[in-house]
Every structure is written in structure tokens, then in C-alpha cells.
Nanobody, 129 residues
Framework: QLQLVESGGGLVQPGGSLRLSCAAS????????IGWFRQATGKEREGVSC????????YYADSVKGRFTISRDNTKNTVYLQMNSLKPEDTAVYYC??????????????????????WGQGTQVTVSS
């Protein structure tokens, strides 16, 4: 069974950077699209960025375009989210999720998967001075 563990969160000042990791065990990530999602206190969960399993296509929410970069290292069975120029509004718990092919596009995954009730523990990102 595929299990994902998020890590890399922490407290950072506005303008700073963090790199989140989504490490998989139990199965190879090669055949899964992977997405990063976040939920701030009192807000709905949203899709931040998703990456396809095969052609490298990516999707970014408008709020993070130009600041966040999603990447995958299949040799390490890990997907990363590099977050630069962080803002206080990026504060949230960040989660990753895997899609074996249920969604037709990475954008669909980021939008629809965010509504699911099934999530891991996530990693807290706090942007504050």
C-alpha cells in the first residue's frame, strides 16, 4: 500500500524559502501524479501544485505561480515543493497526495482532489516575522 509522508515545514520569515518533501513507501511513485495541497485555519483546502506521472506537466495555483516549484525524483521516490518568496498568507498545513490516474489532467487533480476527506498528517508551514 502506498504511503506518503510530508516533511520540511517550519517557521520562516516573509520572503524566506522552504522545501517540502513528500516521501513515498510501499510502492513506487513513478506511475502516480502527485499534488501538494494546503489548508489554512478556517479555510477550505486548496490545490497548490500538481505534477504528472509521465510527461512532466505541472499546474500551479495562481497564488503561488512564480514562487513555488514542484519537482519529482523518482530515484528517491520523493516529490518536492520548493517555496520561495513566502508570504504570511502561505501559512497552512501542507499535504501531498498521489493519483494513479483518476484525473484527466494535473489541474483536475489539484482542483478535485482538494475536496477529498482523506489526508495524511501534513507539515505545518508558518510564515511570520
Amino acid at each position: 500500500q502506498l504511503q506518503l509522508v510530508e516533511s520540511g515545514g517550519g517557521l520562516v520569515q516573509p520572503g524566506g524559502s522552504l522545501r517540502l518533501s513528500c516521501a513515498a513507501s510501499g510502492y513506487t511513485l513513478n506511475y502516480y501524479a502527485i499534488g501538494w495541497f494546503r489548508q489554512a485555519t478556517g479555510k477550505e483546502r486548496e490545490g497548490v501544485s500538481c505534477i504528472s506521472s509521465n510527461d512532466g506537466s505541472t499546474y500551479y495555483a495562481d497564488s503561488v505561480k512564480g514562487r513555488f516549484t514542484i519537482s519529482r525524483d523518482n530515484t528517491k521516490n520523493t516529490v518536492y515543493l520548493q517555496m520561495n518568496s513566502l508570504k504570511p498568507e502561505d501559512t497552512a498545513v501542507y499535504y501531498c497526495a498521489a493519483d494513479p490516474g483518476l484525473y484527466p489532467t494535473v489541474q483536475a487533480m489539484c482542483v478535485i482532489r482538494a475536496k477529498s476527506d482523506y489526508w495524511g498528517q501534513g507539515t505545518q508551514v508558518t510564515v511570520s516575522s
